[in-house]
T-cell receptor
Framework: EAGVTQFPSHSVIEKGQTVTLRCDPI?????LYWYRRVMGKEIKFLLH????????ESGMPNNRFLAERTGGTYSTLKVQPAELEDSGVYFC?????????????FGEGSRLTVL | AQRVTQPEKLLSVFKGAPVELKCNYS??????LFWYVQYSRQRLQLLLR??SRESIKGFTADLNKGETSFHLKKPFAQEEDSAMYYC????????????FGQGTTLQVKP
């Protein structure tokens, strides 16, 4: 069974441009999360989907970030316009509804570099 | 404020030596604590859950509510233990929302 897949693995864009990151969760996992790690800092929660609904988006930094999960399958995270401080690694994770607490399955991450 | 602190960025030990990766937390309530590990070129993965009181790959971690700590220990380090270790906290409700520490790189030298 495939794990959580993220695309692209690395994106380099200029300040002001737009980037869209994609996450395909493990099949059947209703819970999908976005986290990010900016340089030198801890991994921080961005938001949580349950199926297609946003359960918690308290970690989204500002309105330049837009996450969607149409149909409750894959998710996209769009940054528009990108700023220098958005550089970092964006992780997606998924979890089944019956998983044990804390058992998230992470993707390999999408590294974003904003120049 | 909810916070997880891992005071060491890097811990370097020789093979066979004991290892203790420190983790302290701040949380008003009854948190659940976890250790995640990321080996080189691999994904972040769950290593231990405090509630399970399990030993995985020789690692154990005990939740000390009095000291608000959840240190990760292994009596004899192996080279394959070299990795980045993250301590994480989850509040009640099993939502999957985790608060991570900054991580500690464990380097086990031959």
């Amino acid at each position: 069974e495939a794990g959580v897949t993220q695309f692209p693995s690395h994106s380099v864009i200029e300040k002001g441009q737009t980037v869209t990151l994609r996450c395909d969760p493990i099949s059947g996992h209703d819970n999908l999360y976005w986290y990010r790690r900016v340089m030198g800092k801890e991994i921080k929660f961005l938001l949580h989907f349950v199926k297609e609904s946003k359960q918690d988006e308290s970690g989204m930094p500002n309105n330049r970030f837009l996450a969607e999960r149409t149909g409750g399958t894959y998710s996209t995270l769009k940054v528009q316009p990108a700023e220098l401080e958005d550089s970092g690694v964006y992780f997606c994770a998924s979890r089944s509804m019956t998983a044990r607490a804390g058992e998230l399955f992470f993707g390999e991450g999408s590294r974003l570099t904003v120049l | 404020a909810q916070r997880v602190t891992q005071p060491e960025k890097l811990l370097s030990v020789f093979k066979g030596a004991p290892v203790e990766l420190k983790c302290n937390y701040s949380y008003s309530g009854s948190p659940e604590l976890f250790w995640y590990v990321q080996y080189s070129r691999q994904r972040l993965q769950l290593l231990l859950r405090h509630i399970s009181r399990e030993s995985i790959k020789g690692f154990t971690a005990d939740l000390n509510k009095g000291e608000t700590s959840f240190h990760l220990k292994k009596p004899f380090a192996q080279e394959e233990d070299s990795a980045m270790y993250y301590c994480a906290l989850s509040g009640s409700g099993n939502t999957g929302k985790l608060i991570f520490g900054q991580g500690t790189t464990l380097q086990v030298k031959p």
